[in-house]
């Protein structure tokens, strides 16, 4: 699967090294991360990987400086990785001025009644005994089209916005090859895979969710009320004891709390468990760690193999929705955000699919779960001006 892209600045073509042209690109290679202490802003493409190992490989052996992009949610499936031509980190969240307007949208099924059919399914199979199957993440789409073009970057900045933390991010995901090219992915992630800085890792797994709302007491219930519901504190679980386990072999010690605490996106509250610890080898890559964590059960499920099966029969292709975004420099840190809250933006920039699942186990109830997809596609929809009260 390796291929190595190289990009054409001069006439916005992408050319692979063993000469063929590809489709024309616009801005090909546009990376964005905003996080609320650090940002990274990319461009270009030096170099581009649909193979993460080959990523890796050439930032161990010190051939490329630093690597950007996308992991999809398949391991089997090509990523969506370059080495920028320019890359810059900024302190705070990205301020984007001068973003073009978003153009009005026409909105797909919001309250498509079939993921009800795709929860239960997946209920049926949980409550089997003769399943493995203990966690299984369930999603959907909403499709908005539009007569007028999306530029990625005014998503973005309406994302960024969006939020108080200014959470974002804005890959180009042409390096995934032919059928990607053109193809942006934009979302507001609230969840940290891996944050690796020095000798010092980082993750903050969010699993169990409830709805945010206007009237202060109100919210404050809802939050209450998850920190107590046995459902969301084993769905939490899952995904701890699965970084535990990969990150174990990784560090020298582990802080792992033995209770989640709540956090919040204006949406939504979440369980979520601030993990930190130290590594053995400090200059173990964060993109070999992302590799590792990667399906955690917050986007997959538990036992993996059989989530995978599952989640392919019930939902089908996925591409990088419940993927991870981020970037590894030569010295290894880097920052993986898990790849939700998102959409992707077509080539021709008239279409938005927009993405948003949740944790099913047996308890869980077909009509909660589609409201909660709701609640979750809200963070991409509103930003981008699309109300969800409908
Ligand atoms: C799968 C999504 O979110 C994940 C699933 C959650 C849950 O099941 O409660 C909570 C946070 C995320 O880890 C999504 O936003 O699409």
């Known amino acids: 699967m390796t291929r190595t892209v190289v ?7 992408t050319t692979t090294r063993s000469g063929r042209r590809g489709e024309p690109t616009r801005e090909s290679g546009v990376f964005e991360l905003s996080r609320p202490d650090r940002s990274i802003s990319a461009s270009g493409v030096r ?87 203990q966690k299984v993440v369930l999603a959907r789409t909403v499709e908005l089209s539009s007569e007028h073009e999306t530029h990625p970057m005014a998503a973005f900045a309406a994302l960024v916005a969006g939020t108080p933390t200014g959470n974002g991010y804005c890959v180009d ?30 993750c903050h797994p969010l699993a169990g969710s409830a709805p945010r709302f206007t009237d202060p007491e109100q919210d ?10 046995s459902k969301d504190l084993r769905e939490h679980a899952f995904v701890v004891d699965a970084l535990r386990e990969t990150l174990a072999p990784f560090c020298k010690t582990l802080d792992i709390p033995d209770q989640p605490t ?13 993990i930190s610890g130290v590594l053995a080898d400090p200059s ?10 990667h399906p955690t059960p917050a986007v997959c499920g538990t036992p993996t193999d059989v989530a995978y099966s599952t989640i392919e029969e019930l939902e089908g292709e996925r591409g990088f929705y419940g993927g991870a975004v981020g970037w590894c420099d030569a010295g290894g840190d880097g920052e993986w955000m898990v790849t939700i809250r998102c959409a992707e933006i077509s080539a021709d ?17 077909p009509d909660a779960e589609l409201a909660e997809t709701v609640t979750k596609l809200g963070t991409v929809l509103r930003a981008l001006g699309v109300s969800t009260d409908v």
Do not use: C
């Not at 173990?284 to 964590?293: G, H």
């Open 7 to 13: 990009v054409d600045r001069g006439i916005g073509t």
């Open 349 to 365: 920039r008239r279409r938005i699919t927009a993405y948003g699942g949740g944790g099913i186990i047996a308890e869980s109830d």
């Open 173 to 202: 995901l042409s390096s995934a090859g032919a059928e990607y090219s053109g193809r942006t992915l934009v979302g507001s992630s609230p969840e940290v895979l891996i944050r690796k800085s020095g000798d010092v890792v980082s």
């Open 284 to 293: 173990t890559p964060s993109l070999e760690m992302a590799l590792a964590l």
């Open 262 to 274: 709540l956090t919040n996106t204006p949406q939504l509250w979440h369980l979520g468990t601030p």
């Open 47 to 133: 170099a581009g990987f649909d193979d993460p190992r080959a990523a890796l490989e050439q930032l161990r052996s010190g051939s490329v400086s630093a690597v950007v992009g996308a992991l999809p949610f398949r391991r089997d499936r090509p990523a969506a990785l370059f080495e920028p031509v320019t890359m810059r980190h900024h302190d705070g969240s990205a301020a984007v001025t001068h973003a073009p307007a978003l153009p009005a949208f026409t909105v797909g099924n919001l309250h498509d009644a079939s993921h009800l059919d795709r929860v239960a399914a997946g209920v049926a199979v949980l409550a089997d005994a003769s399943s493995p199957l």
């Open 220 to 229: 404050r219930s809802s939050g209450r009320t998850l920190t107590q519901s």
